[in-house]
């Protein structure tokens, strides 16, 4: 498949899944934490990244066929995700052990 004239670049299109991923983890877990913000997870994504629909899907559909790279590329992320799980594990842990202060 040839890339689409619109083609989101790869590192681009990667950050882009990234953060559906982490919006929707959000959602999934606290819908009322978007929602009091009003952020809709796809509009928030076409405007933070200066595309639209049709250029997100193009894109996917590309680098669908890419086999190996595309795997590369969730891989990536997921390796994003996890280490800022940690992160974030580890915070929770540091507040946990702070006496709470009155």
Same mark, same amino acid.
């Given at each position: #498949? +040839?890339?689409? +004239?619109? *083609?989101?670049?790869?590192?681009? !299109?990667?950050? &882009?899944? $990234?953060?559906?991923?982490? *919006?929707?983890?959000?959602? =999934?877990?606290?819908?009322? @934490?978007? +929602?009091?913000?009003?952020? %809709? &997870?796809?509009? $928030?994504?076409?405007? /933070? $990244?200066?595309?639209? =629909? *049709?250029? %997100? &899907?193009?894109?996917? /559909?590309?680098?669908?066929? %890419?086999?190996?790279? $595309?795997?590369?590329? !969730?891989?990536? &992320?997921? @390796?994003?995700?996890?280490?800022?799980?940690?992160?974030?594990? =580890?915070?929770?842990? +540091?507040?946990?052990?702070?006496? *709470?202060? #009155?």
């Amino acid at each position: #498949m +040839e890339p689409p +004239e619109d *083609l989101i670049e790869e590192s681009v !299109f990667s950050d &882009i899944l $990234y953060d559906i991923a982490v *919006l929707k983890a959000v959602h =999934s877990t606290s819908p009322a @934490t978007l +929602e009091s913000q009003g952020i %809709l &997870i796809m509009p $928030y994504i076409y405007e /933070k $990244y200066d595309v639209d =629909s *049709l250029q %997100l &899907i193009n894109s996917n /559909k590309y680098y669908s066929t %890419l086999g190996d790279r $595309y795997f590369k590329l !969730f891989e990536s &992320i997921e @390796t994003r995700l996890a280490e800022k799980s940690e992160v974030i594990d =580890s915070l929770r842990a +540091e507040a946990a052990s702070k006496p *709470l202060r #009155m």
